[in-house]
Nanobody, 114 residues
Framework: VQLQASGGGLVQPGGSLRLSCAAS??????MGWYRQALGKQRELVAT???????NYADSVKGRFTISRDNAKSSVYLQINSLKPEDTAVYYC???????????WGQGTQVTVSS
């Protein structure tokens, strides 16, 4: 099983980014994004089930949108109205259907700075 995240970068406050994560190797139930800022614990950002039900951290509601393409085993995160406190390494995560095993991507850096 592999998860390959991409789309991070340096963006000014108020800007936008779209993160992508391509997964392969099995079928996934829940897919999502987590982030880890320097010196802090990894935290949930958003998750989406196979049927499209979503869940967001309170800190990102209204600014972030998670989506997935089951045919491509991919999950996306549209990030709008970025704030400096959104600066972190963003990790994609996927749970194997049936196994409930968790898989992680390698992370992509998002830096919000003027």
């Amino acid at each position: 099983v592999q998860l390959q995240a991409s789309g991070g970068g340096l963006v000014q406050p108020g800007g936008s980014l779209r993160l992508s994560c391509a997964a392969s190797g099995t079928i996934f139930s829940i897919m999502g994004w987590y982030r880890q800022a320097l010196g802090k614990q990894r935290e949930l950002v958003a998750t989406v089930t196979r049927d499209g039900s979503t869940n967001y951290a309170d800190s990102v509601k209204g600014r972030f949108t998670i989506s997935r393409d089951n045919a491509k085993s991919s999950v996306y995160l549209q990030i709008n109205s970025l704030k400096p406190e959104d600066t972190a390494v963003y990790y994609c995560n996927a749970i194997g259907l049936g196994s409930s095993r968790a898989y992680w991507g390698q992370g992509t850096q998002v830096t919000v700075s003027s």
